[in-house]
């Protein structure tokens, strides 16, 4: 009506023309706040009580403009993707899968809520709606504190309290040693005169309880042998590891045709049916071995894993402390720098080896007929 400016009237409520005292802004009002936030609102009253809210936080010191942005940037579904990406150039292919299958989860149940807003009792609520086991409950508990860690430290929010998951692990079926010689001779008479490397690598698991299944598949030929070593490639622990050979294999593995270095140790021969010549043994072909031999022999019930490393670090138990077998058998939380490990470590783990090799045979050494296998290459 004559181009004035609205102006606020606390009494009224309202934005109101000074000379038109009738005339009041309706409809849509808009919020601008240090140029970064901007909101629009159908009504002057909660117009009002946004701004009145902002002006408290900023005396507060705890306004944060990203909480109120249309992006909406710290929303948990934002940051937990802007996360996996980031863990996937970091870990593991499995290690990711079950790191992207709780933050999936996870998206699913908070979306575009803020990662500011879940504290404890989200977390406890979240996890415990899961149908999972309470190891796997477990799991995704620790899969969200590397999250909100990593928030923290990036985005310098506070961490959240996280509920306690209690869990047992279940025990695996393990056998003595006289059955897991049994074993190795049965895979022995099956497969040595095709592939040696079939019971060369399970015979090494159930010597070397420092190398796990996984680690043991990942050996080139490059790996075997260096200065009486087996040097582990991208280990668990993240750290250089070196475990001692036995002489014993150390002649075992200069038996063989030896192959270029960038070469898997365990690998397919020619006349191994489909698998490539030369091919990687895939993750369970161990395994299936393993099986067909203890039910050959009627043995049941117990996984490579448990018949190989875990019945004789058990067996071990009865002749090292558990110091001993941490430090210089299993190799668990050995944290020596790498020279320092390849001049003292190698004493005490090759007797632990030789102790694990003479319990198995009975207490008298085996005598292993060293032959040049047909490596087909």
Known sequence: MCGGKLRHDENRGGLFCADHPEIRAQHSFR???????????????????????????????????????????????????????????EVKHNTYRDLRLTMHRAIDAWGQRNVKSIGYAEIEDFLYALEVSDKTRANARAHLHQFFSWMSRRENIPMPDMPEIKYELGWRNIVDLES?????????????????????????????VAIRPGELRNLRERDIGINGFFVI?????????????????????????????????????????????GSRFSKDYLYRWWKRACKALGIEGVDLYGGTRHSTASALGQHFSKEELRDHGTMHSTNK?????????????????????????????????????KDGE
Do not use: C
């Open 233 to 277: 490639p991208s280990p668990k622990e993240k750290k250089p590891k070196l475990v001692p050979m036995l002489e014993e294999d150390l002649e075992l593995y200069h038996s063989l045709p030896q192959g270029l270095p960038d070469l898997y140790f365990f690998r397919h021969l020619k006349g191994n049916g489909a698998a490539a010549p």
């Open 180 to 208: 897991q010689s049994a074993i190795l001779d049965e895979l022995y008479r099956q497969t040595w005169e095709f592939n040696p490397r079939i019971w060369i690598g399970i015979r090494w698991l159930s010597t070397y």
């Open 337 to 373: 720098a790498f020279e320092r490990y390849m001049q003292y470590q190698a004493a005490p783990s090759r007797k632990i080896y030789e102790k694990a090799r003479e319990l198995a045979s009975g207490g008298k050494a085996k005598v292993i007929k060293l032959e040049k296998a």
């Open 31 to 89: 919020v601008i706040f240090d140029r970064q936030i901007k909101r629009r609102f159908r009504s002057y009253p909660e117009a009002i009580r946004f701004l009145t809210g902002l002006r408290f936080l900023e005396d507060q010191g705890s306004l944060d403009p990203r909480d109120f942005q249309g992006s909406n940037p710290l929303s948990f579904e934002v940051q937990a993707s802007r996360w996996l990406q980031v863990k996937e150039k």
